[in-house]
């Protein structure tokens, strides 16, 4: 069994920064967005997405300043203010099964979060972006390359994850998926609710259950 982890949300605790991050230089270009809105739109997609979104939708054109200005103040803000998601360490050290992250974010940004945080040794090599597919999520291309990477059918993976896009893409992929509601963005994001209508595999909200939650499904197989 392979365990495919988003990376935002999941590993590091870095939703609210970045959603943060994104209104407020949208907000210097005049397009005003409420938190849990730019969450329901925007929390688990790539960047390149979210530009097609914002052209499409709001007709905002995202240009290279926009693009550099919100990767510079992000990173300046990781590195100040990101933290891990609690338990995680100590729950990748204890993982019986193998596992890679799987992200929407750009390899740069994955590295420093995780580098940050301290648990960039415990996941590299296996670390795959969306700018490594032709689509990213909610489309299951990502979650099926990092499985076929990996050596491992979609059937025998379960994904860890924190966003309805993301859940949406492990379904279509056929893998299993727990979907993650213990980061500091989930009140502020509705995902209790948002996630349980798309139907996971199981929904929990502290990381340290993680190992048991595996044994279980291994367990089961077994019988």
Do not use: N
Request: glycine share 8%; net charge negative; aromatic share 6%.
């Amino acid at each position: 069994m392979l365990v495919i982890f988003d990376c935002d949300g999941v590993l590091v605790d870095s939703e609210p920064i970045s959603i943060d991050v994104l209104r407020d230089v949208l907000a210097r270009s005049g397009l005003i967005l409420e938190e849990e809105e730019a969450y329901r739109r925007f929390l688990g997609k790539s960047m390149t997405t979210i530009a097609e979104l914002l052209h499409d939708e709001f007709g905002l054109r995202m240009t290279d300043i926009h693009l550099e200005t919100i990767r510079e103040e992000l990173f300046r803000r990781f590195r100040d203010e990101l933290h891990p998601i609690p338990g995680v360490e100590a729950t990748l050290r204890e993982l019986a099964q193998p596992c890679c992250v799987a992200s929407s974010s750009q390899p740069d940004r994955i590295r420093l979060s995780l580098g940050i945080t301290g648990l960039l040794a415990l996941l590299e090599p296996h670390i795959y972006s969306a700018s490594m597919v032709k689509r990213g999520k909610p489309f299951p291309d990502l979650f099926l390359h990092a499985a076929r990477e990996m050596g491992q059918a979609p059937g025998r993976c379960v994904v860890v994850e924190d966003s309805p896009a993301g859940i949406m893409a492990a379904q279509d992929a056929g893998m299993r998926v727990f979907a993650f509601t213990g980061g500091l963005h989930a009140a502020r994001a509705g995902l209790c609710e948002r996630l349980s209508e798309l139907q996971p595999d199981l929904i929990f909200d502290d990381m340290r259950r993680l190992p048991g939650l595996l044994a279980d499904i291994s367990q089961q197989e077994g019988r």
